[in-house]
């Protein structure tokens, strides 16, 4: 076994996962009928901001440059991923504008996967003079990480006073033709004073809000249950200065919950991780900045993909069956939900105990290590 930086998750040896009862099928499928079509591939650990939710005030420890999969090994591996089912591939990190050749990736990406859909999570800063070179290269859409309109409280939230640039990486997104530009906020006690605001400049800007639910993946660990702001109060506090329907979700494996602001079109979404978790119809699958895949954004369980790149190393269909073969095992073990499998041995969940709907398989990576 093989401890990985940013954390200590169990990396199997490649292949290790059992695969019994597991239907002969090249699709990326689990254990209770979930097909994973949506890939999140992290790029870098590092970023240019420090959210207090998810990562701690000094970053998290440098990947050595060697670890980190090159833009040829993402395409490579997406490539694989494609031929398996994958059907979207999203950037995220860490920060992915961190990484100088990101539009490299992209281009191999798209050269390695044609027809999938290319999305990036970013927090924006600097996307306003990349996002040329990065919609050249075949990136189809972006969605941007903003808390807060307000500067201080923007400040505070992320440690870093740098709102006009990502607003300034906002307007270059939506300058350069990728909308809808999505909206993603983290619903915090800190953040629920200004979500009206935040609302009402996302519906003037023409971009689509979505709320989620703080889940137990921040670097502190601070994450507490009794702090959580669920949907149901952030319905209450946007209720009373807009008028809000429900219209359900864009497709069944969506995560957000959405509703029509003042009669519509502009929406705004609720992504209720915890509350309403919308594991049963997951359909992701990660792969780590250090190429490991990670079924879910919970538990410690990873599958080493960049060993069989590096060790077997050749360009040959031996490979790529190695590579696909232990990324079906990796699926094949999918916990259930949240990291847990019902009816496992309760080892410490968070939340609640492991038969809870709402326990978190407890994780040694945060988010910024993992990808979200
Ligand atoms: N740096 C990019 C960004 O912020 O968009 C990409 C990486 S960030 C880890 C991806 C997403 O995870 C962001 O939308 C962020 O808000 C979300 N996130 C981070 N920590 C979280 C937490 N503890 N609970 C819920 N979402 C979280
Ligand atoms: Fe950086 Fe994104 Fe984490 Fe904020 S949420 S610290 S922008 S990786």
């Known amino acids: 076994m093989t401890a990985v930086a940013l954390g200590l998750p169990r990396v199997r040896p490649t292949g290790a996962p059992s695969t019994l009862g597991r239907p002969d099928t090249e699709a990326l499928v689990d254990r209770y009928g979930r097909v994973a079509h949506d890939l999140r591939v992290s790029v870098t650990e590092k970023c240019s901001l420090r959210c207090t939710y998810c990562m701690p ?166 994450w507490d249950r009794d702090q959580l702001v669920s949907a149901e109060r952030l319905l209450d506090v946007l209720g009373a200065r807009f008028d809000l329907t429900p219209v359900g979700r864009e497709d069944p494996s969506a995560p957000a919950e959405e509703w029509a602001v003042d009669g519509g079109p502009a929406t705004v979404g609720i992504i209720a991780s915890v509350t309403r978790s919308f594991c049963g119809d997951c359909d992701r699958t990660r792969l780590t900045a250090e190429g490991t895949v990670r079924s879910c954004l919970f538990g410690n369980e990873e599958v080493d993909l960049r060993a069989l790149l590096r060790t077997e190393g050749h360009d040959d269909a031996a490979t790529d069956a190695a590579i696909v073969a232990a990324w079906q095992g990796a699926m094949w073990a999918k916990p259930f939900a949240h990291g847990l499998d019902r009816g496992a041995p309760d080892t410490g969940a968070i939340g609640g105990p492991a038969d809870d709907p709402e326990a978190f398989a407890r994780t040694e990576r945060s988010m910024g290590a993992i990808g979200g």
């Not at 059907?87 to 050749?101: A, Q, Y």
């Not at 050269?111 to 999570?121: E, F, H, K, L, N």
């Not at 800007?205 to 660990?221: N, S, T, V």
Request: include cysteine; charge should be negative.
């Open 57 to 222: 005030a000094e970053g998290l420890p440098a990947i050595p440059r060697e670890d980190l999969l090159t833009p040829a090994e993402i395409g490579r591996l997406v490539g694989i991923g494609y031929r398996a089912g994958i059907r979207d591939v999203r950037f995220t990190g860490g920060e992915p504008l961190m990484r100088p050749d990101l539009a490299e990736i992209v281009r191999r990406t798209r050269a390695a996967a044609p027809g999938v859909r290319i999305s990036m999570t970013t927090n924006a800063i600097g996307l306003d003079k990349r996002v040329d070179e990065l919609v050249d290269a075949g990136l189809d859409r972006v969605n941007v990480s903003l808390d807060s309109i307000d500067r201080r409280h923007f400040a505070e939230l992320t440690r870093r006073d740098r709102l006009p640039q990502v607003l300034a990486g906002i307007q270059g997104a939506l300058g350069a033709g990728l909308s809808p530009v999505k909206l993603n906020a983290v619903l915090m006690p800190e953040t629920l004073a200004g979500a009206a605001d935040l609302l009402a400049w996302a519906v003037e800007h023409g971009c689509r809000l979505r709320f989620i639910e703080q889940m137990p993946l921040d670097a502190d660990q601070n």
